[in-house]
């Protein structure tokens, strides 16, 4: 996946290394005060989503930076 808008690249960065990891915090922290069911599977399935992610987002990253220098050589 190469990010061809850097906004669209920002939004995505925020919500993988922002919100995902708070989500799964606030759920394994809520899910352990109030004895929430399904709490460590749910917290792994949500910390598995978000390195998924972040690998998907750093090879997207390194692609549109290689597309960025080969594009500075051709000029």
């Not at 949500?46 to 051709?74: C, H, P, R, W």
């Amino acid at each position: 996946m190469v990010f061809k808008d850097s906004k669209w690249y920002q939004i995505c960065k925020w919500a993988v290394t922002v919100v995902l990891p708070a989500i799964t915090s606030l759920w394994l922290t809520l899910a352990s005060i109030w004895s929430f069911p399904y709490a460590e599977p749910i917290g792994a399935t949500l910390s598995a989503v978000t390195v998924f992610l972040a690998a998907l987002l750093g090879i997207g990253s390194i692609k549109y930076q290689k597309a960025l220098d080969s594009a500075k050589k051709e000029d």
